[in-house]
């Protein structure tokens, strides 16, 4: 007996409430950004400048004690937090201490890492030095990489906009991007929400996303395209119908092959890389979503040229004439 | 039918063979890392019998290509250093200005008196007290003026001449500039390469970023203060005459001149004229010492034309002091005694043994010729490293355990032919790490298991679509081949366009998101080629042997 995520030959109606569907994407992302306007971002030292700090100590963290420690230094703004993962051992204890920009362009010198390694190991003796890990990152450097992370989350979605076109119909390429930038958004209002470090890592995460996404999206779209050549006379909503339950047990094989190995990460990879693996595994589930209940419902919208061998064959189809 | 060349068979097997060929040393890596470190020890000359022993822990003749590990697997430190360029400008100016007095004395008698004007870094300001001959000065300044050599401007000169009343202003062009800027990143980068080269480090990585920006990444090493040690001081030597030797650190110094603190004694501040002598760049040689005394020094050796001027000022000049100075410091300020012909001397001062030696590694590779502002600094401790080494195995041994059995489950005999080429196609992603000395960073990991996700979705693809073409009971064969056939268009354009993200992100990015993009964007091109080739050819392979009337997907 084979194990099937989806039975064979689904019918479902991904179409019945499909304007529904869009305002629930359309007021989440109004929320998501919403929370990234008010709250905005936890940013890491990569995008605001600073230094952190990796503490390993045999005894446990006391944030008190260390901020008590580092507060003759004034170093300005000063956060602690404790790190948990499963895979510490007992007496591993880790905080990650984050210090803000200080000034001038440069990052931070080795002599106040020094100073912060004897103010810590005075007031906790089981503190390991040197440090696990110290990253410290000019505010000069910090404003420029912010820059080139956006514009490389924009050249993303622009590449594949116009790679799209070339390979179908505009009105696809606009659905694909519109949700492309509703799982971007949606993934940035979950790090402001939660407050989850925001750093260049998420980046990366956040275009793997709109790669999946699109993965998903352009698997779709396919067979929406085969399918408007193989069901000329049929309205465009039964097509995307059709096209939607022929990919859905491949969509769904995908996301969880997907998930199991993120879960995998997730759960084994350690803490250095969870914010990240959280990210896309976020981005799975939201680009998944997306490529239904937004890419094909924002192409129900459009409309689609139907007889590819006739230019101007618009008519038949109850949607043909919404124009965007 | 399902039929395949066989010169297509033997070129996909050959393909994979050797992507797992070239992945196989990563299986051994502390092995085979051990016998690359003796390789290299004995071209450079240590032939030892340890080293000899070492190399034979791995045969030559298998590869010995490696995947590096990254900064945030192995340890060790990161630096962003940005050269500043207008020291340097700063230098060419001071400079200048023996070189205009020398051109302007014979012409005394049209332009009069030369005069050094208080001037800011980056020009020379001399004043002359014959308004009437300054066409003829401007004239002689100006053939001063050397041709710079850029793509843009066409003759172009490397200094601008304008007069203010009777003040000449000198300042460098924007042409000149630009050459000047890239000829010192350039040189910093090669002293930055060879000062951690002297330190014998391994495989550091030294990169320029951006027009003023070098990468430095060094393995291994304790923190990034260690490596700064290293590399951020700019031994800067220069000989200059002293003037005056006084206790006043505010004491106007002249025009021309400038105030220096002395190394070891404090409170002692010499007055000494800007314009050396002789610089650091004309040594051919230095070396730890000592001196008479038995007291740690450096003795060192200039090459000829630095031996000539030398030699010539210290003949003219017998009796008065000059000044050894290292990055604005007075290190000594002996008195000549005598003509120094040869060109060789020895620098005293209150050194540790250490620091002669350190001082001379770095005369030796010579001075930078700007310093250096650190923009961003990481130090990564090796035990985090080897924790997350650790982690990211599990993880991707669980992740990679996880996706085999849920495709075996999901699609039987099929399923096992996609996790036979799922296991090649991690062999294949870790030879062409191996094959182009590609780094692997965590992220890179993370790429990797993703890879593992997203690598069965094309299989998924041709699997469902065979499965949908057997409901047309076309017969096993014909619904393999529509599958193959239909599943193609949706396989390319999606991978296509996750490679497009891929490329992007190698441009853009830097460091781990970089090691992130790679295994991203190689996963791609193993998974399709292993989908559509390797499964491909698994099935057709069972297909022949067993002629099954029915298959089941």
Not at chain 1, 208 to 234: C, Q
Not at chain 1, 271 to 295: C, K, L, P
Not at chain 2, 215 to 225: E, M
Not at chain 2, 539 to 550: A, G, L, Q, S
Request: charged share 20%.
């Amino acid at each position: 007996m084979r194990l099937r995520l989806v039975k064979q030959g689904t019918n479902f109606d991904f179409f019945k409430r499909w304007k529904l569907w869009l305002g629930i994407s359309g007021l989440m992302m109004i929320v998501a950004f919403a929370s990234f306007m008010i709250q905005g971002l936890n940013y890491g030292i990569d995008f605001r400048g600073g230094t952190t700090i990796r503490t390993e100590s045999t005894q446990p963290v006391d944030i008190g004690v260390y901020r008590d420690a580092l507060a003759p230094l004034e170093l300005g703004d000063i956060s602690i937090t404790e790190v948990f993962d499963p895979q510490f051992a007992a007496d591993q204890n880790v905080a990650m201490i984050r210090i803000e920009a200080q000034e001038g362009d440069e990052a931070v010198q080795s002599q106040l890492i020094a100073q912060i390694g004897t103010a810590l190991q005075g007031a906790d003796p089981g503190l390991k030095l040197p440090f696990a890990s110290v990253e410290s990152v000019g505010p000069k450097v910090s404003g420029e990489l912010i820059q080139t992370a956006a514009i490389a989350v924009l050249l993303a979605i622009g590449a594949v906009l116009i790679y799209i076109w070339l390979r179908f119909e505009w009105q696809f390429a606009l659905g694909a991007v519109l949700a492309l930038v509703h799982d971007v958004i949606l993934t940035i209002g979950v790090f402001s929400e939660l407050q989850i470090r925001f750093d260049l890592a998420i980046i990366a995460a956040l275009l793997t996303i709109v790669g999946y996404s699109l993965n998903d999206t352009v698997v779709v779209f396919d067979r929406v395209r085969e399918n408007l050549r193989k069901y000329k006379k049929r309205p465009l909503n039964e097509v995307l119908n059709i096209s939607i339950n022929e990919t859905l047990s491949r969509t769904f094989m995908t996301s969880v092959t997907t998930l199991l190995a993120l879960i995998a990460l997730f759960v084994l990879g350690g803490d250095v890389i969870r914010g990240f693996v959280f990210a896309m595994i976020w981005g799975v589930i939201v680009g998944t979503y997306s490529s239904i209940f937004v890419a094909s419902a924002a192409l129900l919208y459009l409309g689609v040229k139907r007889d590819w061998s006739k230019p101007d064959a618009n008519s038949g189809n109850q949607y043909a004439n919404i124009d965007a | 039918m399902l039929q395949i060349d066989l010169w297509k068979r033997i070129l996909i097997w050959l393909t994979c063979a050797t992507g797992l060929w070239l992945a196989m040393p990563n299986g051994f890596y502390t092995t085979v890392e051990r016998h690359n470190d003796a390789v290299q020890a004995i071209e450079l000359g240590a032939d030892t019998a340890e080293n000899r022993a070492d190399r034979g822990v791995w045969p030559d003749w298998m590869p010995s290509g490696l995947v590096n590990l990254g900064l945030d697997l192995r340890g060790g430190a990161h630096l962003l250093a940005e050269v500043r360029v207008e020291d340097v400008y700063a230098a060419r100016m001071q400079a200048a200005w023996p070189e205009i007095r020398d051109a302007l004395r014979p012409e005394r008698s049209t332009v009069g008196t030369i005069r050094l004007q208080p001037s800011a870094e980056d020009e020379v300001r001399v004043r002359i007290s014959e308004p009437a001959g300054m066409p003829r000065a401007l004239e002689i300044v100006r053939g001063l003026a050397r041709p710079v050599q850029t793509i843009t401007g066409v003759g172009a000169t490397d200094i601008d001449v304008r007069a203010e009343g009777d003040v000449i202003v000198v300042t460098l062009s924007e042409e000149e500039k630009l050459a000047t800027d890239e000829r010192t990143v350039q040189q910093s980068l090669e002293i930055i390469r060879r000062r951690i080269d002297e330190v014998g480090t391994r495989e550091p990585t030294i990169q320029r970023q951006g027009a003023q920006r070098i990468l430095i990444q060094v393995p291994g090493i304790g923190s990034a203060g260690e490596l700064k040690e290293i590399i951020g001081t700019t031994a800067q030597l220069t000989f200059n005459p002293v003037v005056t030797r006084g206790t006043n650190p505010d004491a106007a110094p002249g025009i021309g001149n400038s105030i220096v603190p002395s190394l070891d004694e404090p409170g002692v501040f010499y007055t000494i004229e800007s314009a050396p002598v002789v610089t650091g760049e004309e040594l051919v040689d230095a070396q730890p010492a000592f001196d008479q005394n038995g007291r740690p020094a450096v003795n060192f050796r200039f090459n000829s034309s630095g031996a000539r001027k030398f030699g010539d000022y210290t003949a003219e000049n017998i009796g008065s002091p000059f000044a050894i100075v290292l990055d604005d410091e007075v290190v000594s300020a002996p008195t000549i005694q005598s003509h120094i012909p040869g060109g060789s001397g020895i620098i005293t001062g209150r050194f540790t043994v250490e620091e002669s030696t350190n001082l001379a590694v770095l005369l030796r590779a010579g001075a930078l010729p700007a310093g250096l502002d650190f923009l961003e600094e990481r130090t990564i401790g090796p035990e985090l490293g080897q924790d997350s080494i650790d982690a990211g195995k599990v993880a991707t041994i669980v992740a990679f355990v996880a996706v085999l059995a849920f495709m075996l489950l999901s699609y039987g005999l099929f399923g096992l032919f996609a996790n036979v080429a799922l296991i090649i196609n991690i062999g294949l992603i870790f030879g062409l790490l191996s094959l182009i000395g590609a780094t692997l960073t965590l992220p890179g990991i993370a790429g990797i298991v993703l890879t593992v996700g997203m690598a069965v979705d094309a299989n998924v693809l041709i699997f469902e679509r065979i499965r949908e073409e057997l409901k047309t009971s076309k017969g096993p064969a014909r619904a393999i081949e529509l599958g193959y056939e239909k599943a193609l268009s949706a396989i390319l354009d999606a991978n296509i366009t996750t490679f497009i993200t891929a490329v992007i992100l190698f441009a853009m990015g830097s460091g781990p998101v970089r090691g992130f993009a790679i295994t991203l964007g190689l996963g791609i091109l193993t998974s399709v080629f292993t989908a559509i080739f390797v499964t491909r050819l698994l099935i057709v392979m069972w297909f022949e042997r067993r002629r099954p009337k029915t298959i089941e997907v």
